[in-house]
C-alpha cells in the first residue's frame, strides 16, 4: 500500500547519515518486509549490512539484499572469503545499532540463553552497540509462556523492542505477532539516534513548547457526545519530536488511547472549553504553541441533565460556536510563537492560508483528512506547510518521522523571528 510514498520518505531531510546499521533477517514469512526497511534506511542516509539466517534464505534470496544494501551479504559464521574469518567480530565493531527484523521465536530464544551456533546468533554476543528486535510469529507462537519468558528476559537484558502488532497474518489467523511496518521501525531508529544526540545539535534546546493534541468530546447528555476522528497520534509525535529536539514540552490532550510521552508535563482535558481555558492559562509561559488539536467548532447549547430518551422520529439539537483558541491567543499583546494546523477534505491551499492570514499565525501545518490514506486515525500523514514568505512540502511518512521534520522547520522558523 505504501509503495508509491516510500519512495519519497525524508528526500530531503536524511536523519540516519553516517549512521551504520546492521540489520539481521531470520526465516519467516515477515523477511519480505525487511527489503523494505533495508529501502527506507538507505534512503535516509543510513550505511546497511545485512546478516541472513540459512532459514531467512529460503523466503529472500541473498542476491535481493545485496542489490538493496550495496553490500555484500553475509550468512556463515565460518567464511573464508572474510578478511580474518571472524565476520562476528567485525560487523559487531562495526555497528552503531543491531536491528534484528524480523526476529523470530527460535533467535529469541537463543539470544536469551546465550547460545551461538550461527553467524545471527553470535553476532548478538558479539555486540557491544544497542540492539532491537522486532518480532514477527503466528500468534499462538507468541502467547506461549516460554516465548514470553524469553522475551521478558530479553528486555532485561537492555535489548529494545519494536513490536509486535495485532493484526491478521500469513497464516489466517488474527492476534498479536505481525511484524512492525518497516516504517515503524526506522521511525524508531530515528528516534534512538536522536535521542542521544548531543544536547549541542538539539534544535529546541532551552525552549518551552505548547502543544495540543486530540479530539475534544462536547456532551449531549450523560451518555452521549459531539466529538471528531482525531486519533491524537500527530500531536503526540510532535511532542515526542519537540522532546528529542532538546525542548520543556507541555503537552494539553483530549481524551486519546495513547501513552504519553516520557519527561512531558500533560493536562487533560474533555470538552473545546476545558481545552481554551487550558491553552490559554498556559500561553504566557511558553515560546511555542503548536496547535494540533482538533476542537470541535460547535459544542450543544444545552446539556440534558438525563439520558434523552428516543420518543420521536426526529430530534432537533441547537449548537453553539465554541470559542476559537488560535484567534483570542493571537489577539493577545504578548502571545508565543503559534503553529496551527488545516485539516481539510478539499481546498487544502486556500483554506490553509486563509487561516493563516485570519489568525494571525507565524506557521500552518495543512494536511488532507477523508482521503484513503494518511489523516486522523493513521500511522501516515503528509503535510503541506506554510509561513509568511515561504512552504514547503513533506512527503507521505509515518507520523513519528513527519513530526521530527515539522518540529526542525518550526525551530528554523521560531529561531529567525527572534
Request: aromatic residues 6%; hydrophobic residues 45%; proline residues 4%.
Amino acid at each position: 500500500m505504501h509503495s508509491e510514498f516510500l519512495l519519497h520518505i525524508a528526500q530531503n531531510l536524511p536523519m540516519l547519515s553516517n549512521k551504520h546499521i546492521l540489520l539481521g533477517i531470520c526465516g519467516g514469512i515477515a523477511a519480505y518486509k525487511s527489503a523494505e526497511l533495508i529501502r527506507l534506511l538507505k534512503k535516509n542516509g543510513a550505511d546497511v549490512r545485512v546478516v541472513m539466517s540459512n532459514n531467512a534464505t529460503q523466503f529472500i534470496t541473498p542476491l535481493t539484499i545485496q542489490a538493496l544494501s550495496g553490500n555484500a551479504t553475509h550468512i556463515d559464521l565460518l567464511d573464508a572469503n572474510s578478511d580474518n574469518g571472524m565476520d562476528h567480530i567485525n560487523l559487531a565493531r562495526w555497528a552503531d545499532i543491531f536491528i534484528i527484523a524480523p526476529a523470530t521465536a527460535n533467535i529469541i530464544g537463543k539470544m536469551t540463553h546465550g547460545l551461538a551456533d550461527d553467524l545471527l546468533s553470535t553476532l548478538y554476543l558479539a555486540a557491544t552497540c544497542p540492539v532491537f528486535i522486532a518480532p514477527a510469529m503466528n500468534q499462538a507462537m507468541w502467547n506461549k509462556a516460554i516465548v514470553q519468558n524469553n522475551f521478558a528476559n530479553l528486555l532485561q537484558q537492555g535489548v529494545l523492542a519494536i513490536g509486535p502488532e495485532k493484526g491478521s497474518q500469513a497464516c489466517g489467523e488474527t492476534g498479536f505477532g505481525r511484524m512492525s511496518e518497516p516504517l515503524a521501525i526506522c521511525a524508531h531508529i530515528i528516534d534512538h539516534f536522536a535521542d542521544h544526540a548531543p544536547l549541542a545539535h538539539k534544535s529546541l534546546l532551552n525552549v518551552k513548547v505548547l502543544i495540543s493534541a486530540g479530539p475534544t468530546r462536547e456532551a449531549i447528555d450523560p451518555i452521549r457526545y459531539i466529538t471528531n476522528r482525531s486519533s491524537g497520534k500527530m500531536g503526540y509525535a510532535i511532542a515526542e519530536a519537540a522532546l528529542k529536539a532538546g525542548a520543556e514540552v507541555t503537552l494539553i490532550s483530549g481524551p486519546v488511547s495513547l501513552t504519553a510521552p516520557h519527561n512531558c508535563h500533560c493536562i487533560f482535558v474533555e470538552s473545546a472549553a476545558q481545552m481554551y481555558e487550558a491553552v490559554l492559562s498556559k500561553t504566557d509561559e511558553h515560546h511555542i504553541y503548536i496547535s494540533a488539536a482538533a476542537v470541535a467548532d460547535y459544542s450543544p447549547a444545552l446539556v440534558n441533565p438525563t439520558k434523552i430518551k428516543k420518543h420521536s422520529d426526529c430530534t432537533t439539537l441547537t449548537l453553539n460556536k465554541t470559542k476559537d483558541i488560535l484567534a483570542d491567543l493571537t489577539s493577545l499583546a504578548s502571545h508565543p510563537f503559534t503553529v496551527g494546523f488545516a485539516a481539510e477534505t478539499n481546498n487544502l491551499t486556500a483554506y490553509a492560508l486563509d487561516k493563516l492570514k485570519n489568525k494571525n499565525l507565524d506557521m500552518i501545518a495543512a494536511n488532507v483528512v477523508g482521503a484513503e490514506i494518511g489523516g486522523f486515525d493513521s500511522d501516515l500523514n503528509a503535510l503541506h506547510v506554510y509561513w509568511g514568505d515561504g512552504d514547503v512540502f513533506l512527503p507521505m511518512t509515518h507520523k513519528s518521522i513527519l513530526a521530527e521534520q515539522l518540529i526542525e522547520l518550526i525551530a528554523t522558523q521560531y529561531k529567525s523571528s527572534l
